[in-house]
């Protein structure tokens, strides 16, 4: 097993878990950073996730990140839940079971993680800490049935009343920003 975490209370969480589990530990790898996680396949990942599981096919190894910054280590079991669910979907891939969350804390993952670990539903959905999302800022307006649409984020988009598919008859523009000064 590659350990690349230097947190004492998510080691002792992750030995236990694996022992509990009974999950191989040969072609293991755990870490506690988005960038070395990114690494390991090959992709950024968001920094919104709280934990993350992959079977890497190439190297026939599984990666697991435990996201300690997104953790809301107030909540007693915050930790505990974050690692003991991603060490689940490691088990279920080994027993054949591929299938990903169907409603995150709300599915059967959620609730194998809680007989496993004794904690509630809501422990094991408030666990992570409130994403900051931008405020919608932008304004933007079809040419063709005034329709308006709220954005994040200044582009280019057509409106999706007027046509399923992209369409440059149909671009929406920018009619409002509430961000200006």
């Avoid at 022992?19 to 790898?29: A, C, D, E, F, Y």
């Amino acid at each position: 097993m590659l350990l690349d975490v230097e947190d004492e209370e998510t080691i002792h969480l992750l030995l236990h878990y694996v022992v509990r589990l009974s999950l191989p530990t040969g072609h293991l790898k755990v870490t506690t950073s988005r960038a070395t996680y990114g690494g390991w396949l090959g992709r950024s990942i968001p920094s919104t996730y709280g934990g993350a599981y992959a079977f890497l096919t190439r190297t026939k190894e599984h990666a697991v990140l435990i996201h300690l910054e997104r953790i809301d280590r107030s909540k007693p079991r915050a930790l505990e839940v974050v690692v003991a669910e991603e060490l689940v979907h490691m088990r279920d891939r080994l027993d054949g079971d591929l299938r990903r969350h169907a409603k995150h804390g709300h599915d059967r993952i959620a609730h194998n993680v809680a007989a496993l670990t004794g904690a509630s539903l809501d422990e094991i959905r408030s666990a992570l800490l409130p994403v900051n999302r931008r405020p919608l800022r932008y304004t933007y307006e079809c040419p063709t049935c005034r329709g308006q649409v709220r954005r994040r984020v200044r582009g280019t988009w057509s409106c999706s009343r007027c046509s399923s598919r992209f369409d440059r008859r149909h671009v929406l523009r920018l009619v409002a920003d509430d961000g200006a000064q």
